[in-house]
């Protein structure tokens, strides 16, 4: 089983900036891709970033620019770097993790809980 475990969220001002953490652990040995999406009251989940195992990142349109995934592989674990935030980036932001089992060729996943970001003057 996988545990996904996010933090660094909260309120913040536009043009603000936050660095959300994102740590897996649990029977995971790699991680081939970690993704961060986000959702706001009222609207569906989004994919905001990933980033592969090669390093390899994607962006949402609404975010490029503003926001740099990175990852910490020996620790499985992974940051969003948000800068210069707008309230339209207000949202719970979820971790998902996809990996290798330890041990095995297997995939695993998970979700973490979320972690809240509120942006307001």
């Known amino acids: 089983q996988v545990q996904v475990a996010e933090s660094g969220g909260g309120s913040v001002q536009p043009g603000g900036s936050l660095r959300l953490s994102c740590a897996a652990s649990?029977?995971?040995?790699?991680?081939?891709?970690m993704g961060w999406y986000r959702q706001a009251p009222g609207k569906q989940r989004e994919l905001v970033a990933q980033?592969?195992?090669?390093?390899?990142?994607m962006y949402a349109d609404a975010v490029k620019g503003r926001f740099t995934m990175s990852r910490d592989s020996g620790e499985n674990t992974g940051y969003l770097q948000m800068n210069t935030l707008k309230p339209e980036d207000t949202a719970d932001y979820y971790c998902?993790?996809?990996?290798?089992?330890?041990?095995?060729?297997?995939?695993?996943?998970?979700w973490g809980k979320g972690t809240q970001v509120a942006v307001s003057a």
């Open positions: 998902f993790v996809t990996g290798r089992r330890t041990g095995t060729t297997a995939i695993v996943s998970g």
């Open positions: 980033i592969t195992s090669g390093g390899s990142t």
């Open positions: 649990g029977s995971i040995s790699s991680i081939i891709v």
